[in-house]
């Protein structure tokens, strides 16, 4: 499932040191702006614990984990909109990716250039928003007129698209971004070519200096964004970019030691990826048995034939059932047998609903 969480923000803010973090992808890094040019495009495992669980239960010969995309793309500027800086190429860039992880700096450092000069991450965050939704108001206003024409002339889809139009152009002048705008599933539709910057979904990543990783609440610049975030109805994952590429680097039980002496159950990368597949209104299921186990991505609301459909189309096209026990139950039970046992391994059809968890056996004929 090619989806993709796009790093964005302010030059010299963290993204390509996060990013390399991430990915391990080798992204260049330089103390001066626009030091990523091109979007570098990483894929990562998405970290679960289950995973190992059933890892251990079946002791299959292989454990393949499910993957996300995160795309490091260019700092944007003021005046991005207009095309200063690398303005057109980042909205063009950042337009391609179906979420947003806004990396903004809390950390002071004196020997790292701010890009206006001072550290302000609210300042940093309403840049970058006010030239999303600026460059959403510039598409909006070069259709604006021509669908008006045509909606008096009673064209029923023109009379919709300019209805969200309508609704989008009064939300755009006012600074906010289309996600804030109800929209009926009609409007929606019809805007959906637009792919509106400002309509995907963002979580916010607040780069903090290594000294802080173990109470970062009490840094100030990340009290600030945690409350513009809640007025944004967006998320929060604090991080120290630094740090996590020291513990990109550790396996194991080193990792392991790593994160205990720094105060952490878990990295913030972790933490970062699974808010970002989450998102997207991503979710999990497993497959397993003694050659393979293995995690599966699908999106929230799938039904069972189209998520076998993700293994092979065959197993879509030739749907008879599901086999389906709930990685609690099966936990709970010790094992498959046991769980058939005590009437937790359920057969569904072809209207059951996935859920995050399942581990399943498709049954199909073609």
């Excluded at 391990?24 to 040019?37: H, R, S, V």
């Excluded at 302000?120 to 939704?133: C, H, K, S």
Aim: glycine fraction near 6%; charge should be negative; hydrophobic fraction near 40%.
């Amino acid at each position: 499932m090619s989806l993709t969480t796009g790093i964005v923000g302010l030059p010299n803010v963290g993204k390509s040191t996060l990013f390399n973090a991430i990915t391990q992808a080798g992204a260049e890094m330089a103390n001066y702006p626009f030091c990523t040019i091109e979007p570098n495009v990483g894929i990562v495992s998405v970290p679960d614990r289950r995973l190992d669980k059933l890892t251990e239960m079946y002791q299959p010969k292989k454990t393949i984990p499910t993957t996300f995309e995160f795309t490091d793309i260019a700092g944007l500027v003021k005046g991005a909109s207009k095309g200063e800086g690398l303005g057109n190429q980042f909205l063009a860039n950042i337009r391609q990716v179906d979420a947003i992880s806004h990396v903004v700096r809390c950390f002071d450092d004196k020997d790292i250039t701010h890009v206006s000069g001072k550290v302000d991450p609210i300042d940093d965050i309403e840049t970058i928003n006010l030239e999303l939704v600026l460059a959403d108001l510039e598409q909006v206003n070069k259709r604006y007129d021509r669908v008006s024409k045509l909606a008096k002339q009673k064209d029923k889809q023109a009379i919709t698209e300019f209805s969200a139009l309508e609704k989008l152009k009064a939300a755009f002048e006012e600074g906010k971004p289309a996600r804030h705008v109800a929209l009926t599933e009609e409007e929606e539709a019809a805007i959906k070519p637009f792919n509106f910057l400002t309509q995907k979904p963002v979580l916010y990543v607040a780069n903090i200096s290594e000294d802080e990783v173990s109470e970062p609440e009490s840094n100030a610049y990340v009290q600030a964004v945690e409350a513009f975030a809640k007025k944004d109805e967006a998320e929060v994952v604090v991080i120290s970019a630094r740090i996590e590429s020291e513990i990109a680097e550790l396996e194991g039980e080193e990792k392991a030691a790593f994160l205990q002496d720094l105060g952490l159950d878990t990295s913030g990368l972790d933490r970062l990826i699974a808010k970002s597949y989450a998102l997207l209104g991503l979710a999990t299921y497993f497959t397993a048995g003694e050659k393979e186990v293995r995690a599966w991505t699908f999106r929230k609301g799938t039904k069972a034939p189209q998520a076998a459909g993700i293994i092979h189309s065959d197993f879509e096209r030739g749907f008879i059932r599901a086999e389906i026990v709930s990685y609690e139950d099966l936990i709970e039970a010790g094992s498959e047998i046991a769980a058939k046992e005590h009437g937790k391994l359920r057969l569904e059809g072809k209207d059951y609903v996935m859920q995050d968890g399942d581990i399943v056996n498709f049954r199909f004929n073609v």
